[in-house]
T-cell receptor, first 111, second 113 residues
Framework: SQQGEEDPQALSIQEGENATMNCSYK?????LQWYRQNSGRGLVHLILIRSNEREKHSGRLRVTLDTSKKSSSLLITASRAADTASYFC???????????FGQGTRLTINP | DAGITQSPRHKVTETGTPVTLRCHQTENHRYMYWYRQDPGHGLRLIHY???????DKGEVSDGYSVSRSKTEDFLLTLESATSSQTSVYFC????????????FGQGTRLTVV
């Protein structure tokens, strides 16, 4: 069963704009992770935020976590064409033995 | 890049034939996973391993089996391939299950005709 669900499914913006993607999940979690997938490639880990953290930054990425709402957001600032990719959130399953991925947000940055 | 290699990268096979995909890691990570990725379904877990000879099913395990006889290798076998198993398969590894990041291979594109 899907634990994390991303929203929107697709997002198209102009280069230089900010992109925001959201992830909702169903059960209590230890951490939440965001991954990027370029077309035809494997997933690449972007950032991990623990349940006791509310916000985390990595370069142009900003992730927030609201455990009371069971939601997270990924903000990419000053987007570039190279940011065009699919973005996935992943959360531990109930048994905490494996990650469960959502269906992803497909982000397109237009020049 | 994490040392994780999938083979083959592409394969076309006929319905009813057995197929084995290999995932090899050089990171000595304990956990290994097999996912399939299909349009509209995202990534779905097939099987995973939490140690040598220790494996468990994921959400879409029917028609698949796995084996892990060495830390570095995790094999995924389609006993009798069906067209519904046409997909892109990804292997992933992680050091400590859900508490650390996962590293993904480049994927294997499998077509069953």
């Amino acid at each position: 069963s899907q634990q994390g669900e991303e929203d929107p499914q697709a997002l198209s913006i102009q280069e230089g704009e900010n992109a925001t993607m959201n992830c909702s999940y169903k059960t209590s979690i230890n951490n939440l992770q965001w991954y990027r997938q370029n077309s035809g490639r494997g997933l690449v880990h972007l950032i991990l935020i623990r349940s006791n953290e509310r916000e985390k930054h990595s370069g142009r990425l900003r992730v927030t976590l609201d455990t009371s709402k069971k939601s997270s957001s990924l903000l990419i600032t000053a987007s570039r064409a190279a940011d065009t990719a699919s973005y996935f959130c992943a959360t531990p399953d109930q048994g905490a033995q494996k990650l469960v991925f959502g269906q992803g947000t497909r982000l397109t940055i237009n020049p | 890049d994490a040392g994780i290699t999938q083979s083959p990268r592409h394969k076309v096979t006929e319905t009813g034939t057995p197929v084995t995909l290999r995932c090899h890691q050089t990171e000595n990570h304990r956990y290994m996973y097999w996912y399939r990725q299909d349009p509209g379904h995202g990534l779905r877990l097939i099987h995973y391993s939490y140690g040598v000879k220790d494996t468990d099913k994921g959400e879409v395990s029917d028609g698949y089996s796995v084996s892990r006889s060495k830390t570095e290798d995790f094999l995924l076998t389609l006993e009798s391939a069906t067209s519904s198993q046409t997909s892109v398969y990804f292997c992933a590894i992680s050091e400590s299950s859900v508490y650390t990041e996962a590293f993904f291979g480049q994927g294997t594109r499998l077509t069953v005709v």
